[in-house]
């Protein structure tokens, strides 16, 4: 994403850790929607849907003097934003983000990379155990009966593995976290989802 007919050498922001001041969702031709926000003095875009893979957003400063509004042009490749006495036009190429989204890898490899250690280290070994012991625990650990271990884990349970990896949120941010995979694919299907794979519960675990 940069002004129209700019010269390179604008740095890109791959992380913006103040909160969004305005969101706006921009549909292109032949590329999948994306969504456009502005903070305090930047503009970003992130692939749609979210699903909290770092690489599929970037960002990069817009306004020195801070950014006021940001607007999109209805089925077109264009935003304006607005700073101090400045309005700027951008041209939106979803193409290279989708690129360096692909560069980053599919699957849990980029959620593996926020691991201290990757995918071999300590943390990812622990939600793996603490997955599988879940499982066992909404069976009951104290019955000698047979128990099933399986692919998934029953939402009542993600809580649990929170906590047991040090992460001890808000009984809101538990309703909010069991909210959002539960009603996941509401949309398409009209089902809520009752259980959890280990794929989706580190995506879930790792989004800021």
Aim: some cysteine.
């Amino acid at each position: 994403m940069q002004p129209p007919n700019a010269a390179g050498g604008l740095s890109l922001d791959q992380h913006t850790d103040r909160s969004y001041k305005r969101l706006s969702i921009l549909v292109t031709l032949r590329i999948s929607t994306t969504l456009h926000f502005i903070t305090e003095d930047k503009i970003g875009m992130t692939i749609l849907p979210l699903d909290g893979n770092p690489h599929n957003t970037t960002a990069l400063l817009a306004h020195c003097d801070g950014t006021n509004n940001l607007v999109a042009c209805p089925r077109s490749k264009y935003l304006f934003t607005v700073g101090g006495k400045v309005c700027r036009m951008w041209e939106v190429n979803p193409e290279v983000l989708h690129a360096t989204a692909a560069l980053g890898g599919t699957g849990l490899v980029p959620f593996y990379e926020l691991l201290e250690g990757g995918k071999d280290g300590p943390l990812a070994k622990e939600m793996e155990e603490y997955f599988y012991y879940s499982q066992m625990r909404y069976q009951s650990v104290a019955t000698t009966e047979h128990r099933k271990v399986g692919k998934y884990v029953h939402l009542e349970e993600v809580p649990n593995i929170m906590r047991a990896l040090g992460f001890y949120p808000t009984e809101l941010q538990v309703q909010d976290l069991i909210n959002e995979v539960k009603f996941s694919q509401y949309v398409d299907t009209g089902k809520t989802v009752s259980e959890i794979d280990l794929e989706t519960l580190i995506k879930v675990i790792l989004q800021p």
